[in-house]
């Protein structure tokens, strides 16, 4: 399959808008029906992220039949710790400049407050690997860059043919350290590159790698799979958090990061977009596929930013928070904001969409290209 994968690029910017969803919460705690309508949003958005993962690895695999994988993951290594530095330097003074509001009105030492920040910025461990030293959105792409270094390290050992099983024992873990941990405590942090991203990078090379891209002819089952796996999933979901839980539904928002299901649902959603590599491509949604990395990036900080405005309304005796036109404005306004954004850094040659996003590197060769 080497043409264009229309489908692939127009679900790209579909997920961005559900991963923007997951975090803004649309209608909860309005009331009952309300979080009863975000567990659903929430639950059904749960393969966004997979879903970039599962894509990384399928390029992966292309990429590498077609040259050296050394070369692929070196320029992937370099995309993605570019990018994320850029989603850092957007972050850092933005939560800062929060934080240092709020201590100012409960009373607390600026000066601690900075030391304590910085020193949480900078966590080796969290800013390295986790990702969450400074916003846990951004924790995606560290996962990312380690989930393909360790597949790269499968084909490098000359054992690719073992990284699915290898990556699904550890996800199980995984599953069972975060939505199943009726079952097992698992004592650390498992929403990570190995058991999380590994897994689902590793589903996306192997799609590739063993040639289980389907026909079309087998299109409309897979788009039924799709629609019994998202409702498995409502219903994995619906039972861990309401009825195990004996909470009414809808008396708060149960959401998870992933399940079962998820995976089901990630794997068949993806052979369908396989199985109709032409879906989406006369409309818009292929191009703007373009646009997803930099939405995701430029996010956190926008809704920090939007956040600290809701609060400085609410304290004035406001609560804008609790009305319905805040929540049917808050998600669009994200999302194109931060569109926006990232649209404004690449005409300000700060970063390059589709390139390079070092900060800064754009705008130093334009500056001395004259």
Not at 209 to 219: F, L, N, Q, Y
Not at 249 to 261: C, D, N, Q
Request: with cysteine.
């Amino acid at each position: 399959m080497g043409d264009r994968i229309y489908s692939i690029d127009a679900l790209r910017i579909v997920a961005m808008v559900f991963i923007v969803m997951i975090h803004t919460d649309p209608f909860a705690g309005l009331s009952r029906a309300g979080n009863a309508v975000t567990f659903v949003i929430k639950t059904t958005g749960r393969f966004a992220v997979p879903f970039f993962f599962v894509t990384s690895g399928y390029f992966f695999a292309l990429k590498a039949a077609d040259g050296d994988p050394a070369a692929y993951v070196s320029a992937r290594v370099a995309s993605l710790g570019s990018i994320y530095v850029f989603g850092l330097l957007l972050c850092a003074p933005t939560f800062l400049a929060g934080r240092l509001a709020r201590a100012t009105v409960e009373g607390r030492s600026l000066t601690a407050t900075t030391t304590e920040s910085l020193a949480e910025f900078v966590d080796p461990l969290d800013l390295l690997y986790y990702g969450t030293s400074v916003s846990e959105i951004l924790w995606f792409l560290p996962a990312l860059l380690f989930s393909l270094l360790l597949v790269a390290l499968f084909i490098r050992l000359d054992a690719a043919s073992y990284v699915l099983p290898v990556a699904a024992t550890f996800h199980v873990v995984g599953l069972l350290g975060s939505t199943y941990t009726m079952v097992v405590d698992v004592p650390f942090e498992i929403r990570d590159a190995l058991f999380f991203g590994f897994f689902y990078t590793s589903l996306g090379y192997t799609i590739r790698t063993r040639r289980w891209e389907p026909s079309a002819d087998h299109g409309r089952l897979l788009a039924g799979l799709v629609v019994v796996f998202a409702v498995l999933q409502l219903v994995e979901f619906y039972v861990l958090g309401y009825l195990l839980a004996g909470e009414a539904f809808g008396a708060s928002v149960y959401a998870p990061s992933y399940g079962i299901a998820t995976a089901l649902l990630t794997a068949s959603l993806f052979l369908f977009l396989l199985s109709r590599p032409r879906l989406g491509v006369d409309t818009p949604l292929p191009s703007w596929g373009i646009y997803a990395v930099g939405i995701y990036v430029v996010h956190p900080a926008v809704f920090a930013l939007i956040r600290a405005g809701r609060d400085v309304v609410e304290t004035m005796g406001y609560p804008i928070s609790e009305t319905i036109i805040w929540h049917l404005l808050l998600t669009p306004t994200l999302f194109v904001v931060s569109w926006l954004g990232y649209l404004a850094a690449d005409r300000l040659r700060v970063i390059e969409i589709g390139g390079t996003h070092w900060p800064g590197g754009p705008w130093l060769r334009a500056i001395r290209s004259g």
